[in-house]
């Protein structure tokens, strides 16, 4: 075993855990889950039935990711931060994987603690939500977004620093473009 799991964990069978992964305290991964390589799962996480985890993803202490949720490489999950995957749930009319809505976090994008990612979105490359916000709709690459909902109040480098007009980082000096409403690096 090439990665790490803390004693009060429970791992199903049937998991795919990549190298160097450390699995925190009172951790649950369900069956078919797949995690890949360099992750960090902190205290009281769950990764529900099917779930993927690409490499180098930290989830932060007592988020679930509920089946239906796929996280690309390089994803922060700030704590306690949420994510759903039915529109519409009844417990006494439960609808089962069939009817549960796909959200995808892409690569490198960062989610603030206590946010609310509500499900069948996209939140694009290298985005960043702040925390407490209320994902309702897709989110463009590098957009930053803050609010109840949430609502795009600029863009984001790479780095993580809020770009100002020119979009030039002023601490990486990476420089971007916006074009048809989409922010692009140079």
Known sequence: MRYFVHESSYIDENVSIG????????????????????????????????????????????????????????????????????????????????????TLVKYGA??????????????GEWAMIASGAVVTKDVPAYALLAGVPAKQIGWVCECGVPLKENYKCAECEREYTLENEELKEK
């Not at 039935?49 to 700030?78: R, W």
């Not at 995957?85 to 009817?99: A, E, I, Q, V």
Request: a positive charge.
């Open 19 to 102: 190298d160097g992964t450390k699995i925190w305290h009172f951790c649950h991964v369900r069956k078919g889950a797949q995690i890949g390589e360099k992750c960090s799962l902190g205290q009281n996480v769950n990764v529900s039935n099917n779930v993927k985890i690409g490499n180098g993803v930290k989830i932060q202490n007592n988020v679930s990711v509920y089946e239906g949720v796929e996280l690309e490489d390089y994803v922060f999950c700030g704590p306690s931060m949420v994510f759903t995957n039915d529109l519409t749930p009844r417990s006494k009319y439960p609808k089962g994987p069939t009817g549960y809505k796909r």
């Open 110 to 123: 960062s989610i603030g603690a206590n946010a609310t990612i509500v499900c069948g979105n996209t939140i």
